[in-house]
Nanobody, 126 residues
């Protein structure tokens, strides 16, 4: 059984940076695909960044060149560094992990992932 806990959410002004962290227990983070999702009020949950097979980093277009996903093996965690934040980034951020690496057409499809954290709120004020 894998347990995921997110840390690091909060409030920041537009243009600022924030780092959120997803600590995993039960399996090494490097042994399973992991991703970050977010859900804004009134919107569907969307996959935004993750690491899949071959440790390939994947990003949705709206966060490319602003967000960076990486492993923190000391904490057995997946980090999401968020720079140049804007109001559209305001959402609840969730991390997720899958059971195994697969040949997915979309590594950021939520249906690929089995385990989910409870989420951490990120609010960007303009």
């Amino acid at each position: 059984q894998v347990r995921l806990v997110e840390y690091g959410g909060g409030s920041v002004q537009a243009g600022g940076s924030l780092r959120v962290r997803c600590e995993a227990s039960g399996l090494p983070v490097t042994s399973m695909p992991m991703a970050w999702f977010r859900q804004a009020p009134g919107k569907e949950r969307e996959g935004i960044a993750g690491i899949s097979g071959g440790h390939t980093q994947n990003y949705v277009e709206s966060v490319k060149d602003r967000f960076t996903v990486s492993y923190d093996t000391m904490r057995n965690a997946l980090n999401l560094q968020m720079d140049s934040l804007n109001a559209e980034d305001t959402a609840m951020y969730y991390c997720a992990a899958a059971e195994r690496f697969g040949d997915w057409s979309n590594p950021l499809d939520a249906t690929n992932y089995r385990w989910w954290g409870q989420g951490t709120q990120v609010t960007v004020s303009s």
